[in-house]
């Protein structure tokens, strides 16, 4: 018993000098001078055509401690007034007291921090040093920053639904890197779009990182079960367009047909029938190419000839200016605030453009003829 005590003493003693020595490491480390940073401009525009040149320098004093140390560096932008709760990074070498950052380096961590595409933003940045789990900051610059929309095929994370419908909507049959996707806006194992399949008893799978590789089918009971071996293909009964959802993780999905037309006062039909959108697997997307559309009223885009499932702006009413692409917003994913509808300005012929190959991003374009 005594040999047990002398034993459990030596082990408390151990572990009180380990946590001695961690808090000793930790009160030792102090920053002798504080960093400093600036920049050879304080106002950008970013441009997605230019992506990969510099469009800014940034150059800086390191902070300095009172040990040795290796530390990392990185920039940290945020939004003015946030204090950096919401902030992303660019990294650099620990060597270095200059750097430039991208256009597209810049328009990520932009979009990471919610800054808004196309307006100006008032951005702040600063030297973030880390020892560790210790870190130090410089001062604070601020920027005016103007970013551009990412691209939403490369922001999002994606799975890919190959088929043997794939070659009649415009890509190609039982190819996973030549396929429709399904995008999770949540960037998280939800996943969700659209697919046009062009004959009924069509059939499909699911995979990732465009590879069959850990493929996923049904489980054979067709009840929205996914599994990796042993799987059947999945099967669309009729043809048309199908809605879509999957949770990779949880190895569930859903498929809902939902084939859309246009309706509204603005229509030659008014709210009495839809004007039937047409899919176009050259452009992969769904078009009316002509109809004409009154200044006075206003259209949304409906499934099924039913309103359960609506294609609408966000919040309000909105003006469409011909020939230029808006985001528009499914009814079924919660995105939607009210009823809204679409307007035009100027009477006339119109062709009317549904973008719906990237959930993150459904787009709209509708151009006067």
């Known amino acids: 018993m005594k040999k047990l005590f002398k034993i459990l003493a030596i082990a408390c003693i151990g572990v009180l000098m380990v946590s001695c020595e961690k808090d000793e490491d930790q009160a030792v480390i102090n920053e002798t001078t504080t960093g400093k940073i600036s920049s050879d401009k304080s106002t950008i525009v970013l441009n997605e055509i230019t992506a990969n040149d510099a469009v800014i320098n940034f150059t800086w004093t390191k902070p300095t401690f009172n040990i040795a140390v290796v530390p990392s560096q990185k920039i940290e932008f945020g939004i003015k007034g946030d204090g950096f709760k919401k902030s992303a990074t660019v990294d650099f070498s620990n060597d270095l007291t200059s750097g430039s950052v991208t256009h597209a380096a810049m328009n ?24 560790g789990s210790a870190a130090f900051y410089s001062n604070v610059i601020a920027l005016k920053v103007t970013p551009y929309t990412p691209n939403p095929d490369l922001v999002y994370p994606k799975i890919n639904v190959p088929g043997s419908y794939a070659g009649a909507a415009g890509y190609a049959n ?40 850990g493929d996923k089918g049904d489980d054979g009971t067709f009840t929205g079960k996914l599994i990796e071996t042993g799987e ?30 246009v309706i509204g006062d603005a229509t030659p039909t008014g709210w009495n029938s839809d004007t039937d959108l047409v899919y176009n697997p050259a452009t992969k997307t769904y078009v009316i190419n002509s109809i004409m559309l009154s200044s006075t009223g206003v259209f949304k885009f409906r499934a099924n000839d039913d309103w359960l499932l609506k294609v609408q702006p966000k919040k309000d009413d909105e003006t469409i200016i011909s020939g230029k692409g808006v985001q528009t917003y499914f009814s079924a994913e919660n995105t939607v605030d009210g009823d809204p509808g679409y307007k035009v300005s100027v009477a006339g012929n119109y062709k009317i453009e549904l973008d719906l190959h990237n959930s993150a991003y459904y787009k709209i374009t509708v151009t006067k003829l």
């Open 174 to 213: 039982w190819d996973p890197a030549n396929s429709p996707n399904l995008f999770s806006p949540g960037k998280n194992s939800e996943y969700r779009g659209f697919i046009y399949v062009g004959a009924p008893t069509s059939e499909y799978k699911f995979t990732i990182n465009e590879s069959w590789t």
């Open 108 to 131: 990520a961590a932009m979009f990471n921090i919610g800054a808004t595409p196309d307006v100006v933003n008032e951005i702040e940045a600063r030297l973030k040093t880390s020892v």
């Open 232 to 261: 059947v293909n999945v099967k669309a009964a009729t043809a048309g367009t199908y809605y879509v959802k999957v949770d990779w993780a949880a190895n569930i999905y859903s498929s809902v047909l939902a084939n859309f037309g």
